[in-house]
C-alpha cells in the first residue's frame, strides 16, 4: 500500500499535480511507470477535478510533456504535407481548439520548422483558443512567438459567437479556413459537457473551419474513470455520461463519424503516445470551386 509520504515525494518529484492523469481518467503513467490503484487512491484526497470540469488542468504539460507527442509525427511529415507553392504562397494557418497553457501549441509550432536552420524557415501562424481565460494568460505570458501564435480564450462550442475569433483570425488572412487544426485530448471533455449532438457539433465545426485535423482522442476508459472520480467525490456526474450513446472505441467512432459521408478521410495514424491515445490525421474533402 502506498503512504502518504510515498506520495508526497512523488508530488516533489512530478509537481503539484500528479493527479492531472488520473483526473482525466487514465492510469497514471510517470516515466513510464504505471501508478497501482492505491497510489491513484492516495492522489484524491488531494485533488478536486470538480476544479478542472472541462480538463483545463493548470500543470498538464508537467504529467504529459509535448514530447510524448510531437515525437510521433515524423519531422517534416506536416510540413511536407502543408507546404505551399507560388512566387508569395499564403502563410501556413494553424488551429489549436483547446491549447491549454499553449505548450503543445509551441511544441508544434516548432516541429513545423525545417530541421536544418539554414532552410527557409516556414511562414506559419497558430490560433489557440481555450476556455479557460487563467490558462490563456499564462500561455500569452509565456509566447515565444508572439508574432506567429495568437491565443484567445474562446469557447469552440459557443453557438451564439459562430465564427467569432476564429472567424476574425482568418478574415486577418483573408482566409476561409485552416490548414491544419489540432484537436489533442479534448474530445472527451466536449463530449461529457456537451454530449453526444455536442461531439457531433464539435467534429463539424472544426471540420468546417480546418483542411487537415490532428486529432488525438481520449479512450473510453477515461470517460469511465473521470465519472468515477467525481462521484467518489460525491459531486455531481457530468451532465451527459449516463445518456451517450456513441461509446466503446473512440477512436474509431470518431473516425467513422468524419469520414461518414465523405466529409473526410482518414490519411495517417501516428501511433499510439504512451497515455494509450491515438493521434489521428484526417483530411476533409472540400467540394471542388
Ligand atoms: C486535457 S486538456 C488538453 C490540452 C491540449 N490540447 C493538449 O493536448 O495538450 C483539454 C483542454 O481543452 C480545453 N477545453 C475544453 N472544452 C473546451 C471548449 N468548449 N472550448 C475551448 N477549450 C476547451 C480545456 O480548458 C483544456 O485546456
Not at 504539460?61 to 510524448?68: G, Q
Not at 508574432?147 to 478574415?171: A, E, H, W
Amino acid at each position: 500500500m502506498a503512504s502518504r509520504n510515498h506520495f508526497s515525494h512523488r508530488v516533489q518529484q512530478y509537481g503539484k499535480n500528479p493527479e492531472v492523469l488520473h483526473a482525466e481518467g487514465c492510469t497514471l503513467l510517470v516515466a513510464g511507470e504505471a501508478m497501482d490503484e492505491q497510489e491513484a487512491e492516495d492522489q484524491e484526497r488531494y485533488t478536486d477535478p470538480g476544479a478542472a470540469p472541462y480538463g483545463n488542468f493548470p500543470n498538464y504539460y508537467s504529467f504529459n510533456p509535448p514530447e510524448n507527442r510531437v515525437s510521433l509525427v515524423p519531422p517534416g511529415f506536416l510540413s511536407n504535407l502543408l507546404q505551399k507553392s507560388g512566387v508569395s504562397p499564403s502563410p501556413i494557418l494553424c488551429l489549436d481548439v483547446g491549447c491549454n497553457s499553449g505548450d503543445l501549441s509551441v511544441a508544434f509550432y516548432k516541429h513545423l520548422q525545417p530541421c536544418e536552420p539554414s532552410d527557409e524557415p516556414m511562414d506559419v501562424h497558430f490560433l489557440c483558443c481555450d476556455i479557460d481565460a487563467d490558462l490563456i494568460d499564462k500561455a500569452q505570458a509565456s509566447n515565444p512567438f508572439p508574432k506567429s501564435i495568437s491565443y484567445v480564450t474562446s469557447d469552440i462550442m459557443d453557438s451564439s459567437d459562430p465564427g467569432g475569433p476564429i472567424r476574425n483570425f482568418l478574415d486577418g488572412f483573408n482566409r476561409s479556413t485552416f490548414d491544419l487544426g489540432f484537436c489533442m485530448s479534448i474530445t472527451m471533455w466536449i463530449h461529457l459537457n456537451h454530449g453526444d449532438q455536442g461531439l457531433i457539433d464539435f467534429l463539424n465545426r472544426v471540420t468546417k473551419f480546418c483542411d487537415y485535423l490532428l486529432i488525438e482522442p481520449q479512450p473510453w476508459k477515461c470517460y469511465r474513470q473521470a465519472a468515477r472520480r467525481l462521484r467518489k467525490l460525491g459531486r455531481p456526474d457530468f451532465d451527459h455520461f449516463h445518456t451517450l450513446s456513441i461509446r466503446g472505441n473512440m477512436a474509431k467512432r470518431i473516425t467513422s463519424m468524419l469520414t461518414h459521408g465523405g466529409n473526410a478521410k482518414l490519411i495517417h495514424r501516428f501511433g499510439t503516445t504512451n497515455w494509450g491515445r491515438s493521434l489521428l490525421l484526417f483530411q476533409v474533402n472540400r467540394p471542388a470551386k
